[in-house]
């Protein structure tokens, strides 16, 4: 969970960054700002921003959700060898008279 706080704080982070920058240079250059395209521009330099700038933190969420997910899949093979084993139990049980 913390990788995920992480990762996200920084794209937010940057973003924010990214948009006050735009905003700031089309301020600069223009009397009128769109902030539309304020958002739509700071969203495209943040994405390709964090891509480079954040990807030790991409990848430490995601080995964080693949060994979750590799934990959750063990778990379930375990249920389903323990129970594989109590119906052939039940089953064995059901055939002596």
Do not use: C, H
Not at 46 to 64: D, I, K, P, T
């Amino acid at each position: 969970m913390k990788e995920f706080l992480v990762y996200t704080g920084l794209r937010l982070a940057l973003f924010v960054g990214s948009f006050a920058i735009v905003f700031g240079v089309w301020a600069a250059l223009s009397d009128q700002v769109n902030v539309t395209w304020v958002v739509v521009i700071a969203f495209v330099v943040s994405g390709v921003g964090s891509y480079f700038l954040l990807n030790r933190q991409r990848e430490a969420f995601a080995r964080r959700v693949e060994d979750r997910a590799r934990a959750a899949s063990a778990r379930l093979e375990e249920m389903k060898a323990r129970e594989d084993v109590e119906d052939a139990q039940d089953e064995a049980s059901a055939d002596r008279p």
